[in-house]
């Protein structure tokens, strides 16, 4: 299948830490694994070339994972309007967009994240859906979906720590035994939502913040770690503070605080 687009690079975008199972193949092309399916796409210019184990309805599965029905010109414009420095930060990240994940695989994937790489975090990742997984067979491979709730909730936490998850395995498992009293997350504000995954223990700010982000389509959180604060000190003269950044952050970006955020990164790698 072929999809035309505008203003995104697939490869940019795949390989900047908001997933952790795609992997670049030999002809260029990169493979990913979504919830229900796998894809590999081939990019030339702004045409997509598509293979895919499940073709049903795969034009609308792409354009929602890559966040292609957003209008990005209209947030962007909004943005420089707000701030003077946006501007040439938007102009590196014009094909960069923020994934649609499955909100089950993100809770579960950025809470290995904590002090972690992304290296052993997608093998990590990797080693549960071998384990745990549904099989899928796709261009003479196989290959295994991420698991579910309801193939994970009986995993011990002795089980997680032999695919290299660390002291995470516990907070594993206290979100597996949360998950129930989670269902209704995305019925929530942005910050109720924030309040009950914290409530989980192993479960703080910043990853929730990227739960939100990157599972639930929430771009008003602004996930702060050390690299943050030290760019909001070196361009915006904002004190290394938890509590001020998140207040400038707030009134400044608004409901974009989290696209902002990735273009921040996105744009440094750029440079």
């Known amino acids: 299948m ?36 796998v894809i590999n796409i081939k ?53 960069f967009k923020i994934l649609n994940q499955d909100s089950f695989e993100m809770c579960i994937s950025y809470i290995i994240s904590q002090n972690n790489n992304v290296k052993r975090i997608s093998n990590s990742v ?24 309801e193939e994970l909730k009986t ?7 032999t695919f290299g998850v660390g002291f995470r395995d516990k907070y594993i498992v206290n979100y597996l ?37 990157f599972g639930y389509k929430r771009l008003d959180v602004f996930p702060i770690d050390t690299w943050v604060k030290q760019y909001m000190v070196e361009h915006y003269n904002i004190k290394d503070s938890q509590k001020e950044i998140e207040k400038f952050a707030r009134e400044k970006f608004g409901e974009y605080s989290g696209l902002v955020i990735q273009y921040m990164f996105h744009s440094q790698r750029n440079m």
């Not at 952790?20 to 399916?37: P, Q, W, Y």
């Not at 995993?155 to 720590?161: A, D, G, L, M, Q």
């Not at 504000?189 to 913040?209: D, F, N, P, R, Y």
């Open 177 to 213: 035994n949360s998950y129930n009293d989670l269902k209704d997350i995305d019925k929530l504000s942005t910050e109720a939502a924030l309040k009950e995954l914290m409530k989980v223990k192993g479960i703080g700010l910043k990853v929730a913040s990227c739960i939100l982000l």
């Open 126 to 149: 990797e080693q549960i859906a071998l384990k745990y997984g549904k099989a899928v067979k796709f261009k003479d491979k196989v290959y295994h979906l991420f698991p579910t709730y």
């Open 155 to 161: 995993v011990t936490s002795e089980e997680f720590k």
């Open 43 to 95: 990019q030339d210019g702004n045409i997509l070339t598509i293979e895919s184990s499940n073709y049903d309805n795969l034009k609308e599965v792409i354009y929602e994972y890559f966040d292609l029905n957003r209008d990005y010109n209209k947030i962007n414009s909004i943005l420089a309007s707000k701030d003077e420095n946006m501007k040439s930060m938007i102009d590196k990240c014009l094909n």
């Open 2 to 37: 072929k999809i035309e687009v505008n203003n995104l690079n697939v490869e940019e975008v795949l390989f900047s830490g908001e997933c952790f199972r795609a992997r670049k193949e030999s002809d260029g092309s990169i493979t990913n694994i979504l919830k229900d399916r």
